[in-house]
């Protein structure tokens, strides 16, 4: 399940288009220089640098930043602290991607028009890329100087992990019921987003537990409104050919393509209700009261937001 919806290299300019006002691209990149050259030889930094830069439109981060300037919580003094998280879930999700792309997976050869992790380093150093990855996610973390943050988000990321690598375990089965797709998809692809949601609940001085509850069911729905526009991508893909290798659809792994027109038809609907409703639920938080941030927020989470409906909509 990789990254499909937010390729650059796709004519259109990817599908989902946000502002790049309120997200900081270059400062997550020396964020995630910062951590890579720590221990990393010289080698093994262009190596990750291959694999992270340049990136797809980095909706998880995005989101992380966009949520967090839409409570408050993107404050100067605290940027380093939220840049790290959000490298954090760049290192876990592009783990999984390297991981995803494997002969014994996906058997995918091309990620973002470039050449798998597999291919072009060799199948044993992707594994163990993808292992470094996973290692570096956390070590972001320990980074993060407020011990109260810190210790919430180790407890979030190290919950997420574990489901993304259990929603893994559990696709290559090959089955292709309903209720097992959606519990692969709220695993492999919803873990991290609904991290992403939580993560500025962290750096919220007094948010409550609606609040937190309200950012839980934002970053689920929208974890499965994303895999779900994925997968018609990943059709469109197969039946031109532009898919070079592997993908869930081929293989007959947890795609809704697998579905019958009718259950795909009732789970796009269903996804896209699902979404709308957390979206107007977590805009009751904060009442009118929000600044020109938060007011440039919450039109970039639109944007966000209807670029993704607009897809399962086509």
């Known amino acids: 399940m990789g990254d499909a919806l937010v390729k650059p290299e796709e004519g259109s300019g990817g599908v989902l288009s946000v502002p790049e006002e309120l997200f900081d691209h270059s400062f997550l990149d020396t964020v995630l220089q910062d951590v890579i050259t720590e221990f990393c030889s010289l080698e093994e930094q262009d190596q990750l640098r291959y694999l992270l830069i340049p ?3 980095r909706i998880r981060p995005r989101m992380l930043v966009l949520l967090a300037a839409l409570f408050g919580a993107l404050e100067d003094s605290r940027k380093r602290d939220l840049y790290l998280a959000a490298a954090s879930i760049e290192f876990l999700h592009n783990a999984s991607l390297v991981h995803d792309d494997l002969p014994a997976l ?4 091309f990620r973002r028009g470039r050449a798998a992790a597999h291919i072009r380093f060799g199948e044993a150093n992707a594994v163990l890329l993808g292992d470094l990855l996973s290692a570096l996610a956390f070590r972001a973390l320990s980074e993060i100087k407020d011990p109260g943050c810190q210790v919430a988000l180790l407890q979030l990321f190290s919950v997420a992990n574990v489901r993304v690598q259990l929603g893994q375990l559990r696709d290559v089965k090959n089955v292709s019921q309903k209720e097992v797709i959606t519990e692969v998809h709220a695993l492999k692809t919803g873990a991290l987003f609904e991290a992403c949601a939580l993560v500025p609940f962290s750096f919220i001085h007094h948010g409550s537990c609606q609040l937190q509850e309200g950012l839980r069911q934002f970053g689920i729905t929208f974890g499965a409104a994303f895999q779900a526009a994925n997968d018609m991508i990943d059709e469109k893909q197969v039946e031109h050919q532009d898919r ?10 947890g795609s809704l393509c697998t579905l019958s027109r009718e259950e795909r038809s009732a789970m796009l609907w269903q996804r896209q209700s699902d979404l709308l409703q957390a979206y107007d639920g977590l805009l009751s938080f904060g009442g009118k009261s929000r600044g020109e941030e938060e007011k440039r927020a919450q039109s970039h989470l639109q944007t966000l937001i209807e670029s993704l409906c607009a897809r399962l909509d086509g």
């Open 55 to 57: 990136a797809g439109k």
């Open 244 to 253: 070079k290798g592997g993908s869930d659809l081929s293989q007959g792994r």
């Open 106 to 109: 996906d058997n995918d050869s």
